[in-house]
C-alpha cells in the first residue's frame, strides 16, 4: 500500500486567490501463494471418486489510482453568502493474474504439498487475467449563508471497463439542502436545543460491482484441450458466468429528509433520517435456459427495486466525570427500520416473471430463493410443510391455496415466496464507562425479522445419507426430529427466524502509573455471545441467508499491556 500527496495553493497569485490543486497517486499491490492438497486415501476423496486433489494458485494483482482536485473558494462573498466551487478527476486502474495449476487422480501422497504429485490424469494448467478501468469526472458546487442555510449540487460522469460499448458512462446528479434552525432568533428562548439542523437531499449513484470483461466470454490461457471455436474466435466453455453485452449501468436514487440535533449542553446528540430508495436497471447474476449461452448463469440488468426505512441515532453523556476520580459513562444507541420490495422484472430479462436464485447444496441446479415482482429481493421459495403432532410429514406439503394437503413439493405448483434473508429492524448499543483507574465498554448487536435457510440440516439431514455412495455421510441431528429418509429441500421447515442479540465485544481495562509512565492493563472478548433461537451455528455465518457449512465466526480472547512514554 502507498499513497503520495501533493497540493498547492494559488493564493500568492492575485487573480487566483481561492484556488487550491490537489494530486493524489496510490497504488495497492497484493499477492499471494495458496497451496491445496487432500490425500488420496480421506472419505471425502474417495467418495466423490476424486482420488486425492492438488491446487496451487499464485494471483497477484495491482490497483493504481491517480486524482485531481481542483477547489476554488472566493475571497469575495456572492450575495450573502460564500460560494465553493470543487472540480475532481479520478482514474483508477486495476491489473491481476491468476495462474494456476491443478491435479486429481493422485498416485502417492509422499510429496504432499510440496510438489506436483504424480496423477493418472495430467495435471491441467490454467491462468486468466482482470483488466479494469474506471473514469469519474465530478463536480461540486456549494453554498453557504453564515452556516445558517447550505446547498449543494453535484454531478458525476462516470465511465467503466465493465460495460459493452454504449453503455459504459452515466450520469449521477445530487443536490442537498440545510437549514440550521437553532441560529434562528425565534428559537433562542429554547435554551435546551443547543444545535438543530434540518436537511433533506436527492441523489443518484451508479453500480458496476460485476466481474471484469466477462461479457467477451472468454477466459485467457484457457487450457487448448477444452476450447471451443467459433469463427475465428476461441471461447472457453466452462466459464462460471458471462455478461449480457447490452448490460447498463444499475442507479439508485435517494430521497432523504432528516435531522441533527444537539439537546443538553452536549448530553444527548444524534439524527433522526427517513430515505426512500428506487434501483433501476438492477444488476444480477441469473440462471439461463440450457442450450441459450455459453453459460449456466447470466450477469444482466433483470428490473427495479425499491427500498425505504428510517434510522435513529442517540449518543448520551449519562454521567461527565467532573474529576479523575469520578465515575464518567457514554452510551450510544441506534436503530435502523428498512423495507425492501422488488417492483418490477425487465421482460427481456431472462426468467420473465420469476427468476430463481440462491444456489445450495444437494442437488445440481437446486435454488431455494427467488426474484418476484411484489415480494423481497431473495425471498425464500418453499412449500408449506404438512405436520402430525408437531412432526414434518415427509412429501407431505398444502396445495397452492393452503386449504388441502397434497403428495410433493412442485415447484411453481404449490411453492410460495416465504420470509427474506434482510433483517427488517437492526439495533445496536454501545457503551463505555470509567471509574478512577478502571475502563469498561461493550457493543451490543440485534437483528429482527431476518429468515436463515438450514441448508446444512436439509443437504444431511436425511436418513439415506446412511446408504449414499461408496461410504456414508454424518448426519445432520434434524432427523431425529423429522425422522426424513429422502431430502426435502424445498420445505419450509428449514427457513428458519435468524433474529439474534450478539455481545459484538467487551473490553474492561485498568490505568496506573508506573515509574513515571502510564501503563493499561486490559483484557478484551470479541463474540462474547448470541442469543438466537436459531438452530444452526450463526445466523449470519450464511451468504444471502443460506447457511451452507460457512465457518462459524470465532470467540477471540485478548490480553495486553499498553505503555504510553
Not at 499491490?29 to 486425492?52: C, L
Not at 441431528?477 to 467487551?506: A, C, H, K, P
Request: glycine share 10%; net charge neutral; aromatic share 14%.
Amino acid at each position: 500500500l502507498g499513497n503520495l500527496n501533493a497540493k498547492y495553493d494559488f493564493s500568492s497569485i492575485p487573480a487566483l486567490r481561492g484556488l487550491s490543486a490537489t494530486a493524489r497517486v496510490a497504488f495497492d499491490v497484493a499477492s499471494a501463494d495458496r497451496t491445496t492438497f487432500y490425500p488420496n486415501n480421506i472419505h471425502f476423496e474417495t467418495k466423490n471418486g476424486t482420488n486425492g486433489s492438488y491446487f496451487r494458485s499464485q494471483p497477484t494483482q495491482a490497483t493504481t489510482q491517480f486524482e485531481t482536485v481542483l477547489d476554488y473558494q472566493p475571497p469575495a462573498n456572492l450575495g450573502p453568502g460564500a460560494l465553493d466551487i470543487t472540480g475532481v478527476y479520478s482514474y483508477q486502474q486495476s491489473h491481476a493474474d491468476f495462474p494456476s495449476i491443478s491435479a486429481t487422480q493422485l498416485t502417492t501422497n509422499l510429496l504432499g504439498d510440496a510438489g506436483i504429485p504424480q496423477t493418472v490424469i495430467p495435471p491441467i494448467p490454467f491462468d486468466f487475467i482482470n483488466d479494469s478501468k474506471l473514469i469519474s469526472f465530478m463536480g461540486v458546487l456549494g453554498y453557504n449563508i453564515n452556516d445558517r442555510y447550505l446547498f449543494s449540487a453535484s454531478i458525476r460522469h462516470d465511465g467503466s471497463s465493465r460495460f459493452g460499448p454504449g453503455n459504459q458512462w452515466g450520469n449521477f446528479p445530487g443536490v442537498s439542502v440545510g437549514w440550521r434552525i437553532s441560529q434562528e432568533p425565534w428559537m433562542a428562548p429554547i435554551s435546551a436545543i443547543s444545535d438543530l439542523k434540518l436537511r433533506a437531499s436527492y441523489g443518484k449513484t451508479g453500480n458496476q460491482a460485476f466481474g471484469d470483461y466477462l461479457q467477451f466470454s472468454t477466459f485467457q490461457g484457457c487450457n487448448a484441450t477444452a476450447e471451443v471455436q467459433f469463427g475465428n474466435q476461441f471461447i472457453c466453455p466452462f466459464r462460471p458466468s458471462a455478461v449480457d453485452p447490452n448490460i447498463k449501468w444499475e442507479s439508485t436514487a435517494t430521497w432523504n429528509v432528516g435531522a441533527d440535533y444537539t439537546i443538553l449542553g452536549q448530553a444527548l446528540t444524534g439524527s433522526i433520517d427517513w430515505y426512500t430508495k428506487h434501483t433501476d436497471n438492477l444488476i444480477f447474476n441469473v440462471p439461463v435456459a440450457a442450450g441459450s449461452n455459453l453459460s449456466n448463469f447470466v450477469t444482466t440488468n433483470i428490473g427495479t427495486m425499491k427500498n425505504t426505512g428510517f434510522e435513529f441515532d442517540l449518543t448520551a453523556r449519562i454521567l461527565r466525570g467532573g474529576s479523575p476520580d469520578a465515575l464518567s459513562w457514554t452510551s450510544n444507541f441506534n436503530f435502523s427500520h428498512n423495507v425492501n420490495t422488488l417492483l418490477s422484472i425487465n421482460p427481456n430479462a431472462v426468467g420473465s416473471s420469476r427468476v430463481l436464485t440462491g444456489g445450495i447444496a444437494g442437488g445440481v441446479g437446486s435454488t431455494i430463493e427467488e426474484l418476484e415482482p411484489g415480494q423481497p429481493v431473495n425471498a425464500f421459495y418453499v412449500c408449506r410443510q404438512a405436520y402430525a403432532a408437531g412432526k414434518p410429514l415427509q412429501n407431505q406439503y398444502y396445495n397452492a391455496a393452503g386449504d388441502s394437503v397434497v403428495t410433493g413439493c412442485t415447484r411453481g405448483t404449490n411453492t410460495r415466496a416465504f420470509h427474506d434473508p434482510a433483517p427488517h429492524w437492526m439495533f445496536g448499543y454501545t457503551s463505555s464507562m470509567a471509574y478512577r483507574h478502571f475502563d469498561l465498554s461493550f457493543t451490543l448487536q440485534a437483528w429482527l425479522g431476518n429468515y436463515v435457510y438450514n441448508n446444512v440440516a436439509s443437504n444431511l439431514g436425511d436418513y439415506r445419507e446412511l446408504q449414499a455412495g461408496s461410504s456414508p455421510y454424518n448426519l445432520h441431528s434434524s432427523v431425529l426430529q423429522t425422522g426424513f429418509t429422502q431430502q426435502q429441500l424445498l420445505s419450509d421447515y428449514y427457513v428458519e427466524n435468524g433474529s439474534f442479540l450478539r455481545m459484538n465485544n467487551i473490553a474492561v481495562g485498568y490505568t496506573f502509573p508506573w515509574r513515571g509512565q502510564s501503563l493499561r492493563i486490559y483484557a478484551v472478548v470479541q463474540n462474547a455471545f448470541t442469543i438466537t433461537g436459531y438452530s444452526g451455528v450463526d445466523p449470519t455465518a450464511g451468504v444471502l441467508g443460506i447457511d451452507n457449512n460457512i465457518y462459524p465466526r470465532s470467540r477471540i480472547f485478548t490480553g495486553g499491556l499498553n505503555v504510553q512514554f
